[in-house]
């Protein structure tokens, strides 16, 4: 069964840039089955995709933040990650990684969600 | 790029049935769309996927069989049967468009459902 966890700073500064890491386990990374992607959720809201990336290194990301995030995988770690620049107090979310495969488009695994405030 | 609409909010009571409904803007009635619950303080999960021709594919894990969905126009309906008290959740729905190297997934507002 495949496992994702995020992790990173429950606390960023506006202007300075968002980190944020998810570990995966019950599968590769590196595999040809999965896509990899953060989607967020500000207080109350519904969910917001963020963008996705494959295992050959080929991202998608939503045009309305695509100035501002980078994503990238690290095999040697079973991780990929997310960097959100210029971060503002509308960037409150909480934040999942999750996971897509080819073909079938939906996100059937998620992992619990990371907190991420916006404040100095 | 599509916009997927829903209700705010839904409400129906122990052990009756109710029917949410996610709504395409128009010119994208062959889509496809997907059905996540969130319940209270948790991630979401996969329920299933439809089309106007029903189900596609098959249901995300411990979906009970309570759940069904069916697809006509623009609209893509949830229904949940037998409502139980730990159906009271977010439902929410999401598409994936575009093809080769651009694609993109937009998601609808939610629906908050509350067992009476």
């Known amino acids: 069964q495949l496992q994702l966890q995020e992790s990173g700073p429950g606390l960023v500064k506006p202007s300075e840039t968002l980190s944020l890491t998810c570990t995966v386990s019950?599968?590769?990374?590196?595999?040809?089955?999965?896509?990899w992607g953060w989607i967020r959720q500000p207080p109350g809201k519904g969910l917001e995709w963020i963008g996705s990336i494959y295992y050959s290194g080929s991202t998608y990301y939503n045009p309305s933040l695509k100035s501002r995030v980078t994503m990238s995988v690290d095999t040697s770690k079973s991780q990929f990650s997310l960097k959100m620049s210029a971060v503002t107090a509308a960037d409150t979310a909480v934040y999942y990684c999750?996971?897509?495969?080819?073909?079938?488009?939906?996100?059937?695994?998620w992992g619990q969600g990371r907190l991420v405030g916006v404040s100095s | 790029q599509p916009v997927l609409t829903q209700p705010p909010s839904a409400s129906a009571s122990l052990g009756a049935s109710v029917t949410l409904t996610c709504t395409l803007s128009s010119g994208y009635s062959n889509y496809k769309v997907d059905w996540y619950q969130q319940r209270p303080g948790k991630g979401p999960r996969f329920v299933m996927r439809v089309g106007t021709g029903g189900i596609v594919g098959s249901k995300g894990d411990g979906i009970p069989d309570r759940f069904s969905v069916l697809g006509s126009g623009l609209n893509r309906y949830l229904t949940i049967k037998n409502i139980q008290e730990e159906d009271e959740s977010d439902y929410h729905c999401?598409?994936?468009?575009?093809?080769?190297?651009?694609?993109?997934?937009?998601f609808g507002g939610g629906t908050k459902l509350t067992v009476l």
């Open positions: 999750a996971e897509s495969r080819p073909g079938d488009g939906y996100f059937g695994f």
């Open positions: 999401g598409t994936d468009y575009g093809s080769g190297s651009n694609f993109f997934w937009v």
């Open positions: 019950g599968d590769s990374i590196s595999s040809s089955n999965h896509y």
